[in-house]
């Protein structure tokens, strides 16, 4: 549409579809129709939305034969490029599957250039923000930049939706402009539904709801690598009990291992502060759970990122861990299989291999080491042997990368490196689980403190929520899991801040811990 009105030329636009019927040559008599009405008015543009359906790739390819539509391509083709080189007609189409485009389709004198819509960055998103608010009261409170940045990931009919919903919400209220308020709760309303206050939850649930929730932005506020929290909430959004959304300290397109293991560690952040807080574990984190197994396994099998380096180590002779462990040298020996990656205490680390069937425990004691708590600490890790996975992607996947989607992924690689595939993977969402219990059981007042306040007030965001992370946790015990009633806290709501300062996204200055990196998108809300 915007080809169209710029181009000042006739513009003709249908839709792939419209070529494909059930009565053989219908296809291409249309297609002979379209391009000769389009050279009677050149210059002009034809546009063909949703291409696939007649280009598909011919034969027994993806999709199978179909004559009629074959007929209908071959049609294309020959007016996109036949003999008849002297007509002024451009041709624009449009399509989410271009790899299942016939390769005559696309090649140069046909379709000459490839036009990728990526979604927006920040500067595109808040130029589309500008285009749908165009006709509508924008309160002059209202900062575009910062809703921008607030919305990563939005496609340009995400946006408009947003603006839409906004725009109802501030209709409802009885508003004459549409203010920051409206935007915010447009935005989670557009990334997880509207809010069903009318929901009934015990009190229980309640405490337990905000306590997972707490435990995802307290982690994340701790860890340097995470992205900044911008929003908790209790209050149930579809599915979802709650609601914690983060955002990025600016636009990002790659990611670090450091950052993905912070996003691991902030999704184990809700299960952990269950079992930190009430002893006890509930159903609310399996998505948690879905998304940091998915992610592991894209880091081990996509990125190379693997947790630990002990497939990397120099092999030497076993009779050389023998006689250092009679001096006392080891400190731990890990055992994978019949390798084994052994760590001396002065930190120098090897690997070595013992007898395929032996016990490394037998041996010690033949050999009158100490393998106890003060000895030679033996962890088994794995079964098989200490395979080597390297710099390299694993499966071979067919994807719909501009759908998103996944359909299969092929095999490429052994059993063993399947086994060694699976522990990577388990030992990086180990890792994170014990990175969040760690943290959250050194910063239990803190988030008792955040618990609480969520509770009575259910929803914190922006400059509070920052205020929230910064301010010293009060020394009161409150007790949990055994109330009827929620508790309440005995500290004041806070004055409300202005408008203007609830959207600002700037963390605070005091912790100095953190690192600004290039990162990658910003986790999932839980």
């Known amino acids: 549409r915007a080809v169209a009105g710029e181009a000042g030329v006739p513009f003709f636009a249908i839709s792939g579809s419209e070529f494909v019927e059930m009565f053989v040559g219908v296809g291409a008599s249309r297609v002979r129709d379209l391009f000769d009405q389009a050279k009677k008015s050149s210059p002009s543009i034809i546009f063909v939305d949703e291409i696939d359906a007649v280009g598909r790739h011919r034969g027994a390819g993806v999709g199978g034969g179909h004559d009629e539509r074959e007929q209908t391509l071959n049609q294309i083709l020959v007016e996109m490029d036949g003999f008849d080189t002297g007509s002024n007609v451009i041709i624009l189409a449009a399509t989410n599957r271009p790899d299942i485009l016939d390769p005559a ?42 809703v921008s940045k607030q919305t990563p990931g939005f496609s340009g009919a995400d946006l408009a939706n947003l603006v839409n919903e906004a725009a109802i919400l501030a209709a409802r209220r009885s508003k004459k402009s549409i203010g920051p308020d409206e935007f915010g709760e447009a935005i989670d309303r557009v990334i997880a539904g509207p809010e069903r206050k009318s929901r009934v939850i015990s009190a229980h649930e309640k405490e337990l709801t905000a306590y997972h929730e707490a435990g995802h932005a307290l982690v994340a506020n701790l860890l340097p690598h995470a992205d900044v929290t911008q929003k908790i909430s209790i209050i149930s959004r579809g599915a979802m009990g709650g609601y914690t ?237 055994k109330s009827k009633t929620p508790v309440q806290s005995k500290a004041k709501k806070p004055q409300a801040a202005s408008e203007q300062e609830k959207s600002k996204l700037k963390r605070p200055r005091g912790r100095s811990t953190r690192k600004d990196g290039p990162g990658t998108a910003p986790a999932p809300a839980s």
């Open 245 to 481: 959304r983060f955002v990025p300290d600016e636009e990002r397109h790659l990611g670090t291992k450091d950052q993905f293991q912070a996003m691991l560690a902030v999704a184990m952040g809700g299960r952990v502060a269950e079992q930190v807080t009430f002893g006890d574990i509930t159903t609310g984190a399996s998505n948690d759970f879905e998304q940091a197994t998915r992610m592991a396994r894209n880091m081990v099998t996509r990125f190379a990122m693997t947790v630990n380096d002990d497939d990397d180590l120099e092999e030497i002779p076993i009779s050389s861990l023998f006689s250092a462990a009679r001096l006392g040298k080891i400190e731990r020996v890990a055992v994978y299989g019949d390798d084994l990656a052994v760590t001396h205490r002065d930190g120098t680390r090897y690997r070595t291999r013992k007898e395929p069937g032996s016990n490394l425990l037998e041996s010690f004691v033949t050999l009158g080491i100490d393998s106890g708590d003060e000895g030679v600490q033996v962890e088994v890790k794995s079964s098989t042997g200490l395979a080597k996975l390297g710099p390299r992607t694993f499966g071979k996947r067919e994807e719909l990368i501009f759908l998103g989607r996944e359909i299969s992924e092929q095999k490429d690689y052994s059993d063993k490196i399947a086994e060694a595939i699976d522990e990577q993977v388990h030992d990086l969402v180990d890792k994170a689980y014990h990175t969040a219990h760690s943290l959250l059981e050194s910063h239990k007042s803190k988030l008792q403190q955040i618990a609480q306040y969520l509770i009575q007030f259910e929803t914190v965001e922006g400059d509070e929520l920052q205020r929230l992370f910064s301010e010293e946790p009060s020394t009161e015990t409150v007790a949990v899991g």
């Open 105 to 146: 389709l696309l090649r140069p004198g046909r379709f000459d250039r490839r036009v990728v819509l990526d979604l927006p960055d920040t500067v595109g998103r808040k130029a589309i923000l500008d285009v749908h608010s165009v006709g509508k009261p924008i309160d002059s409170n209202v900062d575009k930049e910062v």
